[in-house]
């Protein structure tokens, strides 16, 4: 017999079960259940596509066998099984990222982890909460010796060799006394219906089924009540989503959800749709109210399945759906594609990418669908999955429109979110130009930047766009149907001519101001200049997109970090506003240095504005206390 030890993180699995944080233990069934019909699907696959498989033979079924005297509940498949490698690797340690991100989040405090690991599927490791000992009888297709797995979940597993018939894997479960509720057949059934009728296949289990007393005509017993034991299937056993839409209510759909995705919250909504014609396949998608742990993880893992006529393929693959889908769990079926595909044909068959294409834009028109339809189900989907669909804008260029049209924007003229169907009703129709500004910074900060103010004298509306994401995302979206997308800093308004001239004498009178603060500041800003853009605020920086500097950090940023090459430092150009009082009293002093502190402290002010760091805090405070000093 050979001792293991489980993994830190299963531990740290094991002792939240063992203290049953789960509110709900009978998913621990489910999870069983729903590895039994994993096996099966590998086997079945392995079966139809590889010959060294094709002399096995596949008899899927699942059983499920209840001891009330040794108080176990036996749950056996035909599936693929495990030797002793696959036994160490696959339950002793944990390989996906999801359940890592999982006991990343947990915080220590019993009632906030419970409602996490509800979120979430914590697979075999569940039989833990109503077992305190289990035995894993496996035999792996295709190999001779058999394994035992024993574990009380207690930090440590065995592993022997076995005996067992037939290929598969049989997991008995040792009861606790407070879970004897699980030896009811009826309880099982139940669980069974609830969760797994539409795993593709059969489950039986013994049933005892009451035989009542026959009696003959004056009514004395001539044969007693009894009960009959029949192993019946208690599943349904058909594919869910190859059912037609009406058959299927809405509970079944939700009870596939969770079976499929191991959430036992329900989904925001699901779309199901099967297409005739020249290709045929049935797609089931559905939308989580949550988003699952590993979103932003780059190891994510997938929540779509293919399958090809019903046989399952794979539900590793990323390709299947674009990253900006990624939060999306369902089943993909085609009969359409040979069953024998590598990933790599897979990738490339055109049949497949047809599917993709016709699945991806279904989805986005079922979501513009729900944002028309159902704005709460829609905000709840938004603020769950809002940003990773931005991630489209840059990742599915074909589809840029539809995406900016699910996406909702905060503005500069509303304290509501608008989309960009209505917002561009309201663009001047001459020019055509969305005006954005974007930055990492609060929606209000953002909003009081000194760069809207020539935008807010004038009524004109603005995409506000405060997310990280925006900031990467926007400086790439060009248009919007026959509207440009133009950054605020690049926006351009005709002026007449009396306007020009004003300009230009404004630009003279305040020409020995500039001269002195760009001599003050030196290296720091790359020019001072006068501007007519601003109202209210003294100061704001531009930078020039025409800089060499600036132009090679893009370049730089869009090659994915500069490798290992130091990205320019972009020096920007400070813009002093002549209508502003104090710019005004600078421009008539003679005190040099008064004009020097002015110039730094603001040029530190528009940083700030902009949400940026001070390089020099002490210097800063030095220079408007002696600012003050002379002012009092
Ligand atoms: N009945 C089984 N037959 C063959 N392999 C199994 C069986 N049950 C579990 N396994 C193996 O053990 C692994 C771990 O199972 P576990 O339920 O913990 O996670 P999972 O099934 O990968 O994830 P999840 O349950 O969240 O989908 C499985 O991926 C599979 O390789």
């Given at each position: ?37 994993d ?23 699942v ?38 991100a ?5 915080s220590?405090?019993a ?8 979120q979430?599927g ?8 109503v ?10 297709a ?47 059934e139940n ?9 593709p ?13 026959e ?22 056993a ?9 058959d ?26 099967k ?21 932003y ?22 390709e299947l ?9 369902g ?9 024998n595909?590598?990933?790599e ?10 599917i ?26 938004y ?6 669909i ?6 599915d ?9 699910l ?26 130009e969305?005006y ?5 910074m ?21 995409l ?10 926007f ?19 005709e002026?007449?001519?009396?306007e020009?001239k004003?300009?230009?004498?404004t ?20 020019k ?41 430092d ?19 002093t ?27 805090t ?6 408007m ?8």
């Amino acid at each position: 017999m050979a001792k293991h030890q489980f993994q830190t993180e299963i531990n740290q699995l094991l002792q939240l079960m063992i203290h049953s944080l789960y509110s709900n233990k009978e998913i621990f069934l489910r999870e069983l259940v729903s590895n039994a019909s994993d096996a099966l699907d590998k086997l079945n696959m392995l079966h139809l596509t590889d010959d060294a498989y094709k002399g096995i033979a596949f008899t899927p079924r699942v059983d499920i066998a209840i001891d009330k005297e040794a108080k176990t509940l036996t749950v056996s498949d035909t599936g693929i099984g495990m030797n002793d490698e696959d036994l160490v690797a696959h339950l002793g340690t944990i390989a996906k990222s999801g359940t890592k991100a999982f006991l990343e989040n947990l915080s220590g405090d019993a009632k906030k982890d419970s409602q996490l690991i509800g979120q979430f599927g914590v697979g075999f490791y569940a039989a833990f909460m109503v077992a305190d000992k289990i035995e894993v009888v496996t035999k792996k297709a295709g190999e001779e010796q058999a394994y035992k797995w024993i574990s009380a979940g207690d930090g440590e597993f065995d592993i022997e060799p076995a005996e067992k018939e037939g290929n598969g894997t049989s997991i008995t479960l040792f009861l606790k006394d407070e879970d004897e509720e699980f030896l009811e057949t009826y309880r099982i059934e139940n669980i069974i219906k609830k969760y797994s009728n539409h795993i593709p296949f059969p489950i039986f289990m013994d049933k005892e089924n009451f035989i009542p007393a026959e009696r003959d005509d004056e009514g004395n017993e001539t044969k007693p009540s009894s009960t009959e034991i029949k192993n019946e299937q208690i599943n349904k056993a058909s594919a869910l989503w190859t059912l037609s839409k009406s058959d299927i209510s809405d509970d079944e759909y939700k009870e596939f959800y969770s079976s499929l995705s191991h959430d036992s919250g329900e989904p925001i909504t699901w779309l199901h749709h099967k297409a005739e014609g020249a290709i045929e396949y049935t797609t089931l998608f559905y939308i989580p109210s949550k988003a699952p742990m590993d979103l932003y993880r780059v190891d994510y893992q997938p929540g779509v399945k293919l399958y090809i006529n019903r046989v399952f393929i794979t539900d590793d693959d990323k390709e299947l759906m674009p990253t900006y889908l990624r939060f999306l769990r369902g089943v993909i079926d085609s009969a359409d594609l040979p069953l024998n595909v590598s990933r790599e044909i897979l990738q490339s068959n055109p049949v497949m990418n047809k599917i993709q294409n016709a699945s991806v834009k279904k989805v986005l028109s079922e979501l513009a669908k729900l944002k028309k339809k159902d704005a709460e189900k829609y905000d709840a989907f938004y603020s769950e999955f809002g940003n990773v669909i931005k991630e489209g804008l840059y990742s599915d260029f074909g589809n840029r429109e539809k995406i900016l049209e699910l996406l909702k924007f905060n503005t500069l003229n509303s304290n509501e979110q608008t989309d960009i169907e209505s917002f561009v009703t309201k663009v001047d129709e001459t020019k055509k130009e969305i005006y954005y500004i974007s930055g990492k910074m609060s929606l209000q900060m953002l909003k009081n930047s000194p760069q809207l103010e020539r935008f807010k004298a004038k009524g004109i509306d603005v995409l506000i766009l405060n997310d990280e994401i925006d900031t990467i995302v926007f400086p790439m979206v060009t248009e919007y149907k026959e509207y440009k997308f133009v950054n605020v800093s690049d926006a351009q308004f005709e002026e007449s001519e009396e306007e020009k001239k004003a300009d230009e004498e404004t630009a003279k009178a305040f020409e020995s101001l500039v001269g002195a603060m760009t001599e003050a500041l030196g290296d720091k800003v790359s020019k001072v200049e006068v501007t007519t853009d601003l109202t209210d605020s003294p100061v704001c920086l531009k930078i020039d997109k025409e800089d060499p500097n600036y132009q090679m950090a893009q370049m730089m940023k869009q090659m994915g970090g500069g490798m290992g090459m130091e990205i320019p430092d972009i020096k920007p150009i400070l813009q002093i506003n002549p209508k502003h009082e104090l710019l005004e009293k600078l421009n008539g002093t003679s005190d040099v240095n008064l004009v020097n502190d002015a110039a730094f402290v603001l040029l530190d002010q528009a940083k700030l504005f902009e949400g940026a760091e001070l390089d020099d805090t002490a210097g800063f405070i030095a220079r408007m206390n002696r600012i003050m000093s002379k002012a009092l």
